[in-house]
């Protein structure tokens, strides 16, 4: 069986109309430099861990690019596996977007790349890995090779005082068979920015400040529900996408890749944890101290009574008439999985194919797509367009919505999702589970222009 990490170092390399020429590279310093090297994470004096990390931090460094704005990006990879960047959420050409089942070549073991990028759309976006694990738990996205991406726009609003940027992220752990036969991944650790509860430093803030939260799930698998005792989150944007309906929540809900910016506005002094709503995932690590300045005691937690979230409650009701007034073409998409055995790897499809062997359906510039997932599955997935973003239509059986943009959707297990997008952005164009399991196990594929 072809492997995605064999089948993509099978691809060759990319065309090299965005690659900076010897004389460029020469010539200038690069305006993103990002090393990939062995990193040992201290989660806390009792936790270690031996991965890898950009510029040797967890979460790797905040890039604040201005809209439209030519960026030169040099990469170089230290570590001892071949590694590839992907500029999640950004409008890339396939060469550079990183993922190799689109065409972005391997940077090899000590080797180094350098191309020209331009920043698009704004919004929080972020860089993580896009290679193949299987089952090592310190591989692409289990070891925690990811970083923040802000793209500020041409007319900066203002309606805050400072941002603050937390990555949710799971550790170490093992393999378990669940109670239906498929593997899945337990962890040991659960951290905010790399730290467990306790172990990092805490958000200091001031009475009367606004303080924007960006906050991204970067875990491999799980979805993560976020609470701030004391506070709520006034959510103003969903992937980095403004949203139509900024509300007023007591929690988030991140899946796989999900971002979600939030003010906070902070009028109760005193300690508090901002954590897992789940007890036992923030008894793992999964928690940071907001403190206020001249606060004393014990950071304080307030255990929410159920959880709450939907997406609806950002969007607008659809209203007459055919979304962007235009014809909409429809792409039926069925997700199942092939159990080849009990304790052995389950094999993930799409239309009854497992990647790469299956289907390439075909985009029309300037033609607008709904894709019609319909999850036969008992599992929640987080589903990932590469290179566009989407407006999501219907969630979970909920009337039909307009106005909310993402680029990642979640899925829930034996239900149908839609979502239409605009295929302005030509070249091949990735599809896919973001659980990093699933993607090794075939969940995947590409969409091609005309």
Not at 34 to 46: D, M
Not at 92 to 107: F, N, Q, R, V
Not at 126 to 154: C, M, N, S
Not at 166 to 189: A, K
Request: some cysteine; charged content about 25%; hydrophobic content about 35%.
């Amino acid at each position: 069986m072809i492997t995605r990490r064999r089948f993509g170092q099978l691809s060759g390399m990319a065309a090299g109309t965005v690659l900076l020429t010897p004389a460029m590279r020469a010539a200038t310093a690069p305006d993103i430099a990002l090393e990939i090297a062995p990193y040992s994470l201290e989660a806390s004096p009792k936790h270690h861990f031996r991965t890898v990390a950009y510029n040797g931090q967890v979460p790797g460094p905040l890039f604040r690019m201005r809209q439209g704005q030519e960026q030169t990006v040099e990469i170089r990879n230290s570590s001892s596996e071949p590694e590839v960047v992907h500029w999640h959420g950004l409008f890339l050409p396939p060469e550079i977007d990183g993922a190799m089942e689109e065409g972005t070549p391997m940077i090899a073991p000590g080797g180094h790349v350098r191309y020209s990028l331009k920043p698009d759309p704004p919004g929080f976006r972020w860089f993580h890995t896009h290679t193949f694990a299987g089952a090592d738990l310190t591989k692409a996205q289990y070891g925690g090779l990811h970083g923040f991406v802000l793209i500020e726009p041409r007319d900066a609003p203002g309606a805050y005082d400072r941002e603050v940027f937390l990555g949710l992220h799971d550790w170490g752990g093992h393999f378990e068979s669940s109670d239906d036969g498929y593997m899945n991944p337990v962890y040991d650790v659960s951290t905010i920015n790399g730290k467990m509860l306790g172990f990092g430093e805490p958000v200091r803030v001031k009475q009367g400040e606004r303080v924007l939260m960006h906050v991204l799930n970067s875990s491999p698998t799980e979805v993560h529900w976020i609470a701030l005792a004391g506070h709520r989150f006034q959510v103003v944007a969903l992937d980095g996408n403004a949203v139509p309906q900024p509300l007023t929540v007591e929690m988030l809900r991140l899946a796989p890749a999900e971002r979600v910016s939030a003010v906070v506005e902070m009028k109760s002094p005193g300690k508090w944890v901002l954590g897992e709503v789940r007890k036992h995932i923030q008894n793992a690590g999964m928690g940071i101290v907001i403190e206020y300045a001249r606060a004393g005691g014990n950071a304080v937690w307030t255990q929410p009574e159920k959880l709450v979230w939907s997406y609806r409650g950002f969007a607008e009701a659809a209203g007459e008439g055919k979304a962007g007034g235009s014809e909409v073409n429809r792409i039926e998409l069925t997700f199942d999985t092939k159990f080849e055995g009990h304790g052995s790897e389950e094999r993930w499809r799409i239309n009854g194919k497992s990647y790469p062997d299956t289907e390439e359906p075909l985009l029309r510039n300037g033609e607008r797509y709904r894709l019609v997932m319909k999850n036969e599955s008992m599992d929640d997935h987080p589903m990932h367009l590469h290179r566009h973003t989407f407006e999501v239509r219907r969630v979970d059986g909920s009337p039909e919505m307009q106005g909310l943009r993402k680029d990642v959707v979640l899925v829930p297990g034996k239900s149908t999702a839609e979502v239409e997008f605009v295929a302005d952005h030509p070249g091949r164009t990735l599809f896919h589970c973001h659980q990093q399991d699933h993607m090794d196990r075939g969940f995947m594929m590409v969409f091609r222009y005309a």
